[in-house]
Structure formats: C-alpha cells, structure tokens
Nanobody, 123 residues
Framework: QVQLVESGGGLVQAGGSLRLSCAASGHFFNPYVMGWFRQAPGKEREFVAAIRWNAGTYYGDSVKGRFIISRDNAKNTVYLQMNSLKPEDTAVYYC?????????????????WGQGTQVTVSS
C-alpha cells in the first residue's frame, strides 16, 4: 500500500516562497508520474505540476515560471518549490502518484493521493 505524506504548507505573504514536500512509502513504489494538484474553496481540483519517471516536468499555466517540481529518488520524496506566491495560490495542495500510466494533467489519472497541506498567501 502506498502512502503519500505532504508537508511544508503554511501562511506566507504575497511575493514570498514555500517548499512543499511529499514523502512516499510503500513496497515496490515506482510511479510513472508524481504530481501536485491544488483545490481552493468552491473550485475544482487544479493541476499544478508533475514530474515523470524520466524526470520530464510539466506545469499548469498559472504557475509556470514561479513553481519548480523536483524529486529525490533516494528519499522517495517529491518537492514543489513555490516562488513569487500570490493570494490566488491559496489552496489545499495535494501530492499524487500515478502508478498506471504516463498521463499527468488529469486528476483522474492518479491512483494515490496524500491528505493535503494548506497554503495561504496573504496580500
């Protein structure tokens, strides 16, 4: 069974930075894709960033140039460095793993999810 645990969320002022971490555990955990999604109150879950097994990275339009996804295979951990944060980045951020396919942008493609971590950006 795969477990994903996010950490690093919190309250930050606009223009600031945060780094989220997602630690994965479980036997034979070898996902094709690890992704980050976010969900603000009253809104649908939104694709933020993803990293494939071959280290290819992908970003949602609203975070391109500000967020960076990376991973440490030795630690089974994925990171999301968030820079130049804006109030509209406020949301619960979820880590997800896709162990079944290479698709990365749709939440439905992911079969394992973390519990989420709150990020709040004040203006």
């Amino acid at each position: 069974q795969v477990q994903l645990v996010e950490s690093g969320g919190g309250l930050v002022q606009a223009g600031g930075s945060l780094r989220l971490s997602c630690a994965a555990s479980g036997h034979f955990f070898n996902p094709y894709v690890m992704g980050w999604f976010r969900q603000a109150p009253g809104k649908e879950r939104e694709f933020v960033a993803a990293i494939r097994w071959n280290a290819g990275t992908y970003y949602g339009d609203s975070v391109k140039g500000r967020f960076i996804i990376s991973r440490d295979n030795a630690k089974n951990t994925v990171y999301l460095q968030m820079n130049s944060l804006k109030p509209e980045d406020t949301a619960v951020y979820y880590c997800a793993a896709n162990t079944d396919s290479i698709w990365y942008a749709a939440a439905s493609a992911y079969d394992n999810w973390g519990q989420g971590t709150q990020v709040t950006v004040s203006s």
